[in-house]
């Protein structure tokens, strides 16, 4: 499941989503299907989701320990 995009669809900008998946142009199931992680989102809509939020596309799909410039704590010891 995409937490961070849920987090910030519902929280962040209190959308639905229906609301999302219009905005990208896609079914409201699709999205949902995408947001729990049943399909990928296509790097179009990644960056369609980067602009809607205004956060860079790692921040909104990658794992923490994985976002640029982050250092993993071996790293950081």
């Known amino acids: 499941m995409q937490i961070k995009l849920y987090d910030l669809r519902k929280n962040y900008k209190h959308m639905t989503q229906g609301e999302v998946a ?3 142009g896609i079914t409201a199931k699709t999205y ?3 947001e729990k992680g049943i399909y990928p ?3 179009d809509e990644m960056f369609a989701l ?3 939020f205004d ?3 790692d921040t909104i ?3 923490r320990k994985f976002h640029i410039g ?3 704590k071996e ?3």
Do not use: C, M, N, V
Request: net charge positive.
């Open 22 to 24: 219009k905005y990208l």
């Open 61 to 63: 799909f990658l794992p």
């Open 32 to 34: 949902r299907d995408k």
């Open 75 to 77: 790293e950081t010891k």
């Open 50 to 52: 980067s602009k809607l």
């Open 55 to 57: 956060l860079s596309i």
């Open 70 to 72: 982050s250092k993993s």
């Open 41 to 43: 989102f296509t790097q």
